[in-house]
């Protein structure tokens, strides 16, 4: 199929692996590119990516251009640039789709800029005109409270940042087919930029992964203690198979360490099931957690702010619900 005027994604890897973004954009330019009657590209950089591309062409794209090189090793925004827009000019999509993570939202910016492309950032649903090509995203505003629609307007390039856990990931098929073209000895040649990788520096992983998780459940100064929170918040998510996270209410009162807060100073997440214990839904909390799938709400004041969100809602005391409803979660899980 031909890919000019197509939809290009840029992959991302995390520990050897294609990351979860990357699957999730994949099924989005899946999507895109059947409406649009066009074809599916990827670009993937990197050391040692070359198995990752044939993953890539099972997932959906019909090319993958790799720049499998040792100076790509470590992610460096300069270096990145050269080679993406190395492609970009020989590939020429008109849709590029990159993930709302640290290197997504460094590179698309410059890459909009470069191309003199129109640009959305942090987009949770994406459509596309069938006859025009441009793009309606939408996004949210105002710290979550709100979603804003619009339409990209007429530019050669549209480049588009994505949420993660917005979108269905794409599901692998071995019988697919598609094209590798390797780009990264040429974009070595090319680069010449001052900008140098100096070192690593090794960063202490959280052992709670909020941004992965699929199931949250997190509890805010309404829980009343620390034994509170461990009994109830991270008791119940161990239940549910999921993990523990909390509100600013609940760090400001030493309930929960500071690597487990969600909101507009926290994680940004988007699990399939969000439930809120004794959090009362401020404006502040709900931007790292109004895109999930389900919210669940419990609180005892009928007026408080998480029920505006929440898709199931329970007014009452969390310390006779909640032991209820992790007795029947276990006996259900059981079965």
């Known amino acids: 199929m031909d890919i000019s005027a197509g939809v290009m994604i840029f992959a991302e890897t995390a520990e050897g692996k294609l990351s979860s973004i990357t699957k999730e954009l994949m099924g989005l330019g899946t999507r895109l590119a059947g409406k649009l009657e066009k074809g599916l590209s990827a670009v993937l ?35 990145y640039a050269s080679v993406i827009e190395h492609v970009i000019q020989t590939a020429k999509p008109a849709i590029l789709l990159m993930g709302q993570t ?3 939202a460094d590179m698309a910016p410059r890459l909009a800029f470069k191309f003199r492309g129109a640009l959305a950032m942090d987009c ?61 000895e040429r974009a070595r040649g090319e680069y010449a930029g001052g900008m140098k990788f100096l070192r690593p520096v090794a960063v202490e ?7 992965e998780a699929n199931i949250i459940v997190a509890g805010g100064r309404g829980v009343g203690s620390t034994e509170n929170f461990k009994r109830f918040i991270e008791g119940f998510a161990r239940i549910l198979g999921g993990v ?24 940004i997440v988007s699990p399939q099931l969000y439930v ?13 957690c109004s895109s999930s799938k389900t919210i669940v ?25 909640v032991p209820a409803l992790m007795q029947k979660c276990e006996e259900l899980l059981k079965n």
Do not use: C, W
């Not at 419990?298 to 969390?318: E, L, R």
């Open 205 to 211: 992983a959280d052992e709670v992964n909020l941004e």
């Open 45 to 79: 950089l990197g050391a040692g990516t070359e198995p990752l591309a044939t993953e890539l062409v099972n997932l959906g794209a019909d090319a993958v251009y790799l720049a499998d090189d040792a100076f790509l090793e470590n992610y460096n925004p300069e270096q």
């Open 124 to 184: 949770v649903e994406l459509d596309a005109d069938s006859e025009t090509g441009l793009l309606t995203h939408t996004r949210p505003v105002y710290g979550g409270i709100a979603m804003a629609r619009a339409r990209s307007r007429a530019a050669s390039l549209q480049v588009v940042t994505v949420r993660a856990k917005s979108q269905d990931p794409a599901e692998p098929a071995d019988d697919r087919e598609g094209e590798i073209i390797a780009v990264g």
């Open 244 to 267: 523990p996270g909390a509100s600013r209410g609940a760090l400001d009162s030493d309930f929960a360490p500071a690597n487990l807060q969600i909101g507009l100073t926290g994680k």
């Open 276 to 288: 809120a214990i004794g959090i009362s839904g401020m404006v502040q909390h709900m931007t790292g």
């Open 297 to 321: 709400g419990i609180n005892t004041d009928p007026d408080a702010s998480i029920f505006k969100y929440a898709h199931f809602g329970i007014v009452g005391d969390f310390e006779q619900v």
């Open 102 to 104: 640290s290197r997504g």
